[in-house]
DNA sequence: CGGCGCATCACGCGTTTATGCGATTGAACG
DNA sequence: CGTTCAATCGCATAAACGCGTGATGCGCCG
């Protein structure tokens, strides 16, 4: 299909390495898809630029940057231009690091060993609303969510039903409003209530809550 | 470099649209690197077959099967042969069920928007290490894992005391109970409670307990 | 078929909570 | 030195809750 071709995407980059620049310059004029339309240097004037005008659809960064390090400057990007996704390219593959850019903010998460091609089509799928991360990085970012994810192995032998009620309760809703959203009498949720404090262990609704978010019984 | 072409990836395709299959089969045969080496069409066959022989690669996983369903399967085929990568291949993006999918074990999770070559690039990249995800399922999965991992900065301005009175609320204690543990009276208490839930914004003791343990406050 | 678990609904009683209205103290801050 | 604010305590009331004790219908399974 030939349609229209769409809006380039409009990208900074924000990199001190000049070689390294123009290779990625060199790469994005060819790309087509993607118009580079500011470079930096640094995060500070990447920061003061972004308050200045119209920010872009995406940011490439790097990560080890003189003065304000790339992570840091994550936060400040998001808080100058909500919108811009953030794409993480460097050499680092430091867990932790990984991690907190993520948390920071950004979209993305790229290691320099990337092909040019692969890193044209990240920018592309982060602004499209994607994840784009190289392999290694992928998986250590699933194996930690897993970590934390895992939902607790106690099921407690809640039905269906109970179950609906613990997520509503978990929502902070009361008795009255469960019963409306699951169009029921409060009599029935009382029961289900009941029925939950005694399988859980717990006699109030916020120890309750507190066991199911705790155990991730939802 | 055309280096000597590397070992082909042994892969099982379970799938109980016959049409699909015929089509990931095709798909395969042109590209080369994958070599689709047994085809089913439901989860037991496979497991057993999992159980009775050397197991593939990889395995591209169906979630709504007949009779035991995808993400259940996980977690037996990867009792039955651990190394295995497992990558999910669904129309469903329910979040719950991909986040089910990947605690169980998956390695990655695509959903039949995909192109073929996509779905063989990504075989390739979990076998590779990788976790290859749909966009949409890997931003989702970057979302609730910056949820998870990053503590919440909103501090509310609780106070130190309020906080301790909302960590006890987490552990379901009533307010005579934090009274008696604080060595308070039950009417501090009860102020601490209200300033919370000003704070805090809700009006319940289950929305205090929820909000307190999904924002990470205490 | 007959039990069993689940979901649904119902009533009542005593307790807890939410939320008004206060008050006093003491530390912090300009 | 006066103001502010957290922390502590007091009380009253209406609403919500916890909990005991029911009943009815439905589907499943040996």
């Given at each position: 299909m030939n349609a229209t071709q769409p809006a380039a995407i409009r990208l900074w980059v924000v990199e001190d390495n000049a070689t390294y620049q123009d290779a990625l310059a060199f790469s994005f004029k060819t790309s087509g898809?993607?118009?580079?339309t500011r470079q930096f240097f640094n995060a500070e004037d990447a920061r003061a630029a972004l308050r200045a005008g119209p920010p872009p659809d995406a940011i490439l960064l790097?990560?080890?940057?003189?003065?304000?390090?790339g992570i840091s400057a994550i936060s400040l990007f998001k808080a100058a231009a909500p919108a811009v996704c953030i794409v993480i390219l460097t050499v680092f593959e430091d867990h932790r690091k990984v991690f907190r850019a993520l948390c920071a903010g950004a979209s993305g998460y790229l290691l320099k060993t990337a092909p040019a091609e692969r890193i044209a089509a990240a920018i592309a799928d982060a602004v499209a609303g994607g994840a784009p991360m190289s392999p290694s990085v992928a998986r250590a970012v699933l194996g930690r969510f897993v970590e934390l994810a895992?939902?607790?192995?106690?099921?407690?032998?809640?039905s269906a039903r109970e179950r609906d009620v613990l997520e509503l309760m978990t929502q902070g809703l009361v008795k009255k409003e469960i019963a409306d959203r699951l169009t029921l009498s409060p009599h029935t949720v009382n029961s289900h209530l009941k029925n939950i404090y005694v399988k859980l262990h717990v006699g109030t609704r916020g120890a309750a809550v507190a066991k199911a978010l705790k155990e991730r019984l939802v």
């Amino acid at each position: 299909m030939n349609a229209t071709q769409p809006a380039a995407i409009r990208l900074w980059v924000v990199e001190d390495n000049a070689t390294y620049q123009d290779a990625l310059a060199f790469s994005f004029k060819t790309s087509g898809s993607i118009e580079l339309t500011r470079q930096f240097f640094n995060a500070e004037d990447a920061r003061a630029a972004l308050r200045a005008g119209p920010p872009p659809d995406a940011i490439l960064l790097d990560v080890q940057l003189p003065g304000l390090d790339g992570i840091s400057a994550i936060s400040l990007f998001k808080a100058a231009a909500p919108a811009v996704c953030i794409v993480i390219l460097t050499v680092f593959e430091d867990h932790r690091k990984v991690f907190r850019a993520l948390c920071a903010g950004a979209s993305g998460y790229l290691l320099k060993t990337a092909p040019a091609e692969r890193i044209a089509a990240a920018i592309a799928d982060a602004v499209a609303g994607g994840a784009p991360m190289s392999p290694s990085v992928a998986r250590a970012v699933l194996g930690r969510f897993v970590e934390l994810a895992a939902p607790g192995r106690n099921t407690y032998d809640l039905s269906a039903r109970e179950r609906d009620v613990l997520e509503l309760m978990t929502q902070g809703l009361v008795k009255k409003e469960i019963a409306d959203r699951l169009t029921l009498s409060p009599h029935t949720v009382n029961s289900h209530l009941k029925n939950i404090y005694v399988k859980l262990h717990v006699g109030t609704r916020g120890a309750a809550v507190a066991k199911a978010l705790k155990e991730r019984l939802v």
